[in-house]
C-alpha cells in the first residue's frame, strides 16, 4: 500500500472506532463527555495512532490488537493539547481552526476533560488492550508523565530550552518525542515484537520525533494562518527559541533530514517489513 | 491495636516510604518535582492510605502489598486536590493552612503537577502492584475518570447538586465517594479477596464515604479558620449546597450516623477481621 493511501485509510479506522473507547453517555456527565469529544474529534492528524498501526504491522500484529493502545495513545495527546491551550500554559485560544476547549467549554470543564481524557486511556489499555495492557500501561504511564512529555512541558513554561539548542534538543524529546517514541513502542508491543525490534524502533522514533519537531517549527514561521489553524509565528512570538530560529530555515531543513535518514537506517537490520514506517518518516513535509 | 494507635501508626508508615513512589531527581525537571512533592507532603491526613491498609489487613494481606496501591491512590487524590483549587475551578488560595499549590509554583506548574501526580500513579501500579496491578490499574482508572471522581467534580462546577438533595448525594458519591471506595476495594484487591468480601466492603464504603462527607460538610460551617486549615464556610459562600445547609445540622448529624451504622452492618457478615475498619468509621467526629 502507498503512504498516503495507508494515511487515509488507518486514520479512517481509527476515526470510526474511536467513539467506542469513551465513557457510556448514561455514566457521565453530558458536558464533561461533550468536552471530551470536542477536542477528541477535532480533526486531528491521528499522527500517533498512525505511526501506532505502522509499527504493529511492520512487525506482523494487526491493526484490530494496536486499536486499544492507539485509542487510549490518542487520548493522551489531546488531554495534553487541551492543557497546553490553557491561558496558565500556553495561552492558545484556537486549534485546528476552532476555538481551544477552554474558549468553549470554559476553563474549568477544559482542565476537567483532559484529566479525564487522561485517566480514560488507562482504562482503555486495563480493559482492552489484553495481554499487552500491563506493559502498555508502564509504557504509557513513563512516556506520559514527570520524567516524559509532562516534564517536557514543565520545562517549556519554565523557559528552559531559550538559545540553547541542546536544552531545546532535550526539551522536544521530552514534550513531543516521548509519545511519538511511545507510539512506535505501543505497537510493537501490541504484536509481541521483541527486544531487538523494540530497541530498533525505538531510535527510530527517536529520529523521526525530532525531524517532526523541527519540520514542526519551520511550518510555524512559513505557513499562513489559514494553513496552521492558528497565529502563525506564535512559538516565536512567544519569545520561544525553534530550531528555525535558533539555526536558520535552510540549516534547520538539513537537520531534519538528517534525522530522517538516520531513523531509516534504524529499520534496515530489523525482522519485519518496516516500508511503511520508513516512507511515513519521508513523507514529512519539511 | 486500638483505632488511634493504628492510625498514627499506618500514617507514619505511609509517609515514610511514599517519597520512593516518586520520579527520580535526574530524570525529573526540579521545579515540576518540588510542585509534586509540595502537595503530597503538605501534611494530609492519608485518610485513604488507612483506609486502604485497614481493608487489606482485614482480608488478611499485608500493608507491605497494600503500599504501592495506597501510594497511586493517594496521589490521584492529591491530584484533584491541586486541579480542585485552581482559579478556574474551586478557587482556594489555602489547603491544609498553607497557600495552595498554584499560589506558590504558578497556575501551569500546579496544572503540571496534578497531571503528573496523575500519570505517576498509574506508573506506580504497573511496577510496583505486582499480580494486582492490572486489576488496580482498572479500579483507580474507573474511579478517578469520567464516570467517577471527575464526573463529580464537573457536576460540582456545573452548579449540579444545588438545592436537590438527591443530586447533592450524586455529586458527592462520584467526587469523594468513588476515591473512597476504591481505597477500601484496592486493599481488599492487593489481599487477593474473593467477590463477596468486596461487594460486602464495597457497601461499607459506600455508607462510610458519604457519611464523610456530611461529617465535612458540618465541619465546614462550625470549626474556626484555623481548625480547617482554609476559610470557614467557604462551600456555602460559594453558593453551594450542603448536607449542612439543605436539612440543617442536626437532621445531617443524624443521616450522618445513620450510614455509619449502614456501614458497620455491612462488615458484620464478611470473611475477616474489619474491627479496625469500623473503628475508623465510628471515630468520624460528627
Redesign the interface.
Known amino acids: 500500500m502507498e503512504v498516503q493511501e495507508y494515511l487515509e485509510a488507518r486514520r479512517e479506522f481509527f476515526n470510526s472506532r474511536l467513539p467506542g473507547y469513551l ?2 453517555p448514561e ?3 453530558p ?3 461533550r468536552a ?1 469529544e470536542y477536542s477528541l474529534f477535532a480533526g486531528g492528524k491521528r499522527l500517533r495512532p498512525i505511526l501506532l498501526f505502522a509499527a504493529a504491522e511492520g512487525c506482523g500484529g494487526s491493526r484490530e490488537k494496536a486499536l486499544p493502545l492507539a485509542a487510549a495513545l490518542e487520548m493522551v495527546h489531546t ?1 495534553s493539547l487541551i ?1 497546553d491551550d ?1 491561558p ?2 500556553d495561552d492558545d485560544d484556537f486549534r485546528r481552526g476552532r476555538p481551544s476547549c477552554h474558549k468553549v467549554f ?4 477544559a ?2 476533560a ?3 481524557l ?3 486511556a ?2 482503555v ?3 482492552e488492550a489484553g495481554e499487552a ?3 502498555a ?2 509504557e ?3 512516556a ?4 516524559g512529555m ?2 517536557g ?3 517549556d ?2 523557559g ?1 530550552g531559550a538559545g540553547n539548542p541542546e536544552a531545546l534538543r532535550r526539551l522536544h524529546a521530552l514534550k513531543t518525542g516521548a509519545l511519538i517514541q511511545a507510539a512506535v513502542r505501543l505497537g510493537a508491543m501490541s504484536a509481541g515484537a521483541g527486544e531487538e525490534t523494540l530497541a530498533g524502533l525505538t531510535e527510530f522514533a527517536r529520529a523521526y520525533g525530532l525531524a517532526y519537531q523541527i519540520a514542526d517549527d519551520i511550518r510555524d514561521v512559513t505557513k499562513t494562518r489559514q494553513e496552521l489553524g492558528k497565529s502563525p509565528g506564535s512559538d516565536v512570538k512567544k519569545g520561544k527559541s525553534t530550531y528555525a530560529s535558533l539555526f536558520g530555515l535552510e540549516k534547520a531543513r538539513a537537520l531534519a533530514l538528517e534525522e530522517i535518514s538516520r531513523g531509516e537506517k534504524a529499520l534496515v537490520a530489523l525482522a519485519g517489513d518496516f516500508s511503511l514506517l520508513a516512507g511515513l518518516a519521508r513523507s514529512l513535509k519539511i
Open positions: 465513557p457510556s455514566d457521565c456527565p458536558v464533561l463527555l471530551m488531554y492543557h490553557l496558565a500554559m470554559g476553563e474549568g470543564m482542565i476537567l483532559g484529566d479525564a487522561l485517566t480514560q488507562f482504562l489499555l486495563a480493559r495492557g500491563p506493559r500501561g508502564e504509557l504511564a513513563l506520559a508523565g514527570p520524567v509532562v516534564a512541558q514543565a520545562l513554561i519554565s528552559a
